[in-house]
């Protein structure tokens, strides 16, 4: 480049001086000015220095911003791999949480069932003493078996997700999530 550069500038003085040599002697005896030689040649001097430092630090500027570009590009890609990582990490993390409450879930219907498997037996006994209140009893006691069932299974589901959350999620994934595992398990108490 440097080359390029001197060459440049040696060309254009070159046809500087052929366009002055082809003027003549008539040209300074027109405009009257000894010096004007000397001024072409201080012009060339000072051309020549110019185009010399900027073929000198040109290159080495230029070098430094390639590298500064390809360092910022890396450190970019860098980054997107990471997030890249990160989201997928988290995809995994969202369906781990998934399967889990599916878990307990099921855990919570099973015991559900139980219960209620049991309040019909007892119920059965006592069917034929006290036809009416047992009825009556048995009715409550199904609605506070599956309320507090419920109730136990989404405050356990809770705090198994909180906990998984904490460990694994940012303050705003966390309070995002949770906003919406509680108002599915709100909906969820309301339509049955």
Same mark, same amino acid.
């Given at each position: %480049?440097?080359?390029?550069?001197?060459?440049?500038? %040696?060309?254009?003085?070159?046809?500087?001086?052929?366009?002055?040599?082809?003027?003549?002697?008539?040209?300074? &005896?027109?405009? $009257?000015?000894?010096?004007?030689?000397?001024?072409?040649?201080?012009?060339?001097?000072? @051309? @020549?220095?110019?185009?010399?430092?900027? $073929?000198?630090?040109?290159?080495?500027?230029? =070098?430094?911003?390639?590298?500064?570009?390809?360092?910022?590009?890396?450190? &970019?890609?860098? =980054?997107? #791999? /990471?997030?890249?990582?990160?989201?997928?990490?988290?995809?995994? !993390?969202?369906?781990?949480? #998934?399967?889990?409450? *599916?878990?307990?879930?099921?855990?919570? !219907?099973?015991?559900?069932?139980?219960?209620? =498997?049991?309040?019909?037996?007892?119920? *059965?006994?006592?069917?034929?003493?006290?036809?009416? +209140?047992?009825?009556?009893?048995?009715?409550?006691?199904? !609605?506070?078996?599956?309320?507090?069932?419920?109730?136990?299974?989404?405050?356990?589901?809770? *705090?198994?997700?909180? +906990?998984?959350?904490?460990?694994? %999620?940012? $303050?705003?994934?966390?309070?995002?999530?949770?906003?919406?595992?509680?108002? /599915?398990?709100?909906? !969820?108490?309301?339509?049955?």
């Amino acid at each position: %480049m440097m080359r390029r550069v001197i060459w440049a500038v %040696m060309l254009g003085l070159g046809l500087a001086f052929l366009a002055f040599a082809q003027e003549g002697s008539a040209g300074v &005896a027109e405009t $009257g000015d000894p010096w004007l030689v000397w001024k072409w040649i201080n012009f060339a001097i000072l @051309a @020549a220095g110019l185009g010399y430092l900027i $073929g000198k630090a040109a290159p080495a500027y230029f =070098q430094g911003r390639r590298v500064e570009i390809q360092n910022a590009l890396t450190e &970019a890609t860098r =980054q997107i #791999k /990471d997030a890249e990582a990160k989201a997928a990490d988290l995809e995994l !993390r969202f369906s781990s949480i #998934k399967n889990e409450i *599916e878990r307990l879930r099921g855990e919570a !219907r099973s015991a559900m069932a139980a219960e209620s =498997q049991r309040i019909r037996h007892e119920t *059965e006994k006592h069917l034929k003493r006290v036809e009416e +209140q047992t009825e009556q009893e048995i009715t409550l006691m199904k !609605r506070a078996a599956r309320e507090e069932l419920r109730k136990f299974s989404a405050r356990l589901a809770l *705090e198994l997700a909180a +906990q998984r959350i904490k460990t694994r %999620m940012t $303050g705003d994934t966390e309070a995002g999530l949770v906003d919406r595992f509680v108002s /599915d398990l709100r909906h !969820r108490v309301r339509s049955n």
